[in-house]
């Protein structure tokens, strides 16, 4: 009841979680009149867990509590690596002109229709380009960009 720390551990209070009775089994207990002592070791069990009050939502936010700081330390370092790339982005001034030609060949290829004179793209167009064939179909949006890169 108390949810010591000291006591329960992470992968205990899981496991428990895992033999929370089901609504058929909760319905067949509480009909049950009988002694207690007619029951067999599990259902005993069960009528336990019966008799604490909010058990699912108290064990949920305990194994929460439990598992805490360890999730906020693996998100503390993507938010890290996130933040070291974002600055290295940039920096860089080849992928800024990269993206620059990839905007100006998308709106030259829109022409004067509703996705010309973009303002910018989405990031996932970037997959696209080796996808856009030219008119021969020997090469693809991505090969010319290398090559007008390249000069």
């Keep these: 009841m108390s949810l010591d720390t000291r006591t329960l551990q992470p992968n205990f209070v899981v496991q428990l979680m895992r033999l929370l009775p089901t609504d058929q089994e909760v319905a067949a207990l509480q009909s049950y009149t009988g002694p207690k002592e007619d029951l ?5 069990f069960l009528f336990e867990l019966l008799c604490i ?7 949920q936010c305990f194994v929460f509590i439990l598992e805490f700081n360890a999730r906020l330390h ?6 890290e690596v996130f933040s070291y790339a974002i600055h ?6 080849s992928l800024v002109k990269v993206l620059e030609i990839v905007l100006a060949l998308g709106n030259y290829m829109n022409g ?10 989405k990031l996932e167009f970037l997959t696209k380009l080796a996808d856009t064939k030219t ?3 020997k090469s693809t949006l991505l090969h010319y960009l290398v090559n007008f890169e390249s000069c």
């Design 40 to 44: 067999g070791v599990a259902e005993r």
């Design 53 to 59: 009050p909010r058990l699912k939502p108290r064990l």
């Design 74 to 79: 693996d998100l503390s370092e993507n938010v």
């Design 88 to 93: 290295d982005i940039k920096r860089c001034t």
């Design 112 to 121: 004067q229709g509703p996705k010309g004179g973009a303002y910018g793209f």
């Design 135 to 137: 008119s021969d179909n």
